[in-house]
């Protein structure tokens, strides 16, 4: 049965390794738990945390004063290509299982750490892959209404590192997420440049989902990017900074500012700047530090706490300063992708 335990600190259940207490802490092992438990904090007037695996969490030194509901429900079931996923299930096991039964679609996503129900809140994507592009579904419990439904793909408001959950955050809970996963012995076509690269491969093609699998890992070890306990650069929330999208006018400003920085031009004409090539020009590269908190030697868009000795703070005053930095010499912007709890950049 489900316990309150109260006072439990956050750290532990994120991988940066920060955070304070929480007033009260229970796992719920059920999607029905889940929804018990989140509509009972709610009509008391209680704040509620829903924590997954902790890998997109800032959590403030004071903590959360509130209940954090810790997602642990479980199982998997099959309807042909549809493959419908507790939230708690582990999103890297997920993927490594849906590879060796040779269906297609999330190979490129492997090494992400988190849970599935994570997995929508902020389209979570990678090596040219986004869950967007295989959820078929996804059951929420809406925290507003008390009701708990099934919401096709066009209602989740999928954009890029977003979601429809985002917009209003909190609003819902997911309970399970269902993936159409052809099981056609291919990968999705190769859609990202460095992993065609590692594959040997031209863009478009397919490869055996397996390769797919080892080369993205290969990749994403060599940038710090798979949870490691022998990597001090892998104690992160994963990219701290998204890619900021700009408007034409803005892009034009930058240009003046910076002749020929590297864009990406998306198809509604707003343009894509890379983060990590803002953050290194404005003089942060790979490796630098400020007091216990470091960007990762391997990635420039990783904040980490190597030594895990800092606290939410350290971190933060590094995260202000890069930001900062890079608002002064190109003017714009960078926004924090994972999630604050009681604290903000
Ligand atoms: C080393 C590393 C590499 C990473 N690489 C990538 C990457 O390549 N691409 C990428 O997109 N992300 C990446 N991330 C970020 C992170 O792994 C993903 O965002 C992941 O989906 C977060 O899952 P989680 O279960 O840990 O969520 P948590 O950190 O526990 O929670 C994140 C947010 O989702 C909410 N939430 C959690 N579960 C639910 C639920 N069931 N219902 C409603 N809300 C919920 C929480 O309240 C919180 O607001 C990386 C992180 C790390 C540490």
Redesign the pocket.
């Known amino acids: 049965m489900t316990e309150r335990v109260a006072g439990v600190r956050l750290a532990p259940y994120?991988?940066?390794g920060l955070g304070g207490p929480a007033r009260a802490f229970v796992t719920a092992t059920s999607a029905e738990e889940?929804v018990e438990l989140v509509g009972a904090a709610d009509r008391a007037g209680e704040p509620v945390?829903?924590?997954?695996?902790?890998?997109?969490?800032v959590v403030a030194d004071e903590g959360f004063d509130g209940l954090v509901v810790r997602?642990a429900s479980r199982g998997i079931e099959f309807a042909g290509d549809r493959v419908t996923v507790q939230?708690?299930e582990d999103?890297d096991g997920l993927v490594a299982r849906m590879v060796a039964e040779g269906r297609s679609g999330i190979e490129c996503?492997s090494?992400?750490?988190?849970?599935v129900?994570?997995?929508p809140?902020?389209?979570?994507?990678?090596?040219g892959q986004e869950v967007s592009q295989t959820i078929t579904g996804v059951r929420?419990y809406d925290r507003k209404t008390g009701a708990v439904s099934d919401l096709p793909t066009r209602e989740c408001g999928f954009a890029y590192?977003h979601s429809a959950?985002k917009e209003e955050?909190?609003r819902?809970?997911?309970?399970a997420v269902t993936y159409g996963l052809a099981k056609d012995g291919m990968s999705g076509p190769v859609a990202y440049q460095e992993l065609a690269a590692r594959l040997g491969v031209a863009l478009g093609e397919r490869v055996p989902p397996a390769e797919a699998r080892a080369a993205v890992l290969e990749l994403?070890r060599g940038k710090?990017?798979?949870?490691d306990p022998d990597d001090p650069d892998?104690r992160?929330?994963?990219?701290f900074f998204t890619n900021p999208l700009l408007t034409a006018g803005e892009a034009a400003e930058l240009e003046l500012r910076t002749p020929g920085f590297p864009r990406w031009d998306m198809p509604d004409g707003s343009v894509k700047v890379p983060a990590a090539w803002l953050i290194e020009n404005a003089g942060f590269p790979k490796g630098y530090r400020r007091g216990p908190a470091r960007i990762s030697t391997k990635h420039t868009l990783?904040m980490t706490n190597p030594e895990m000795s800092a606290t939410t703070a350290d971190l933060l005053d590094l995260a202000r300063e890069v930001r900062d930095g890079v608002r002064e010499k190109f003017g714009v912007t960078l926004v924090n992708?994972?999630?604050m709890?009681g604290t903000h950049l």
């Open positions: 994120t991988t940066l889940i945390l829903v924590l997954g695996g902790g890998s997109n969490l997602v939230a708690g999103w996503l090494g992400i750490p988190g849970l129900g994570s997995t809140i902020q389209n979570v994507g990678a090596y929420v590192r959950f955050a909190g819902h809970v997911v309970l994403r710090g990017m798979v949870l892998s992160s929330a994963g990219s990783a992708e994972p999630v709890v």
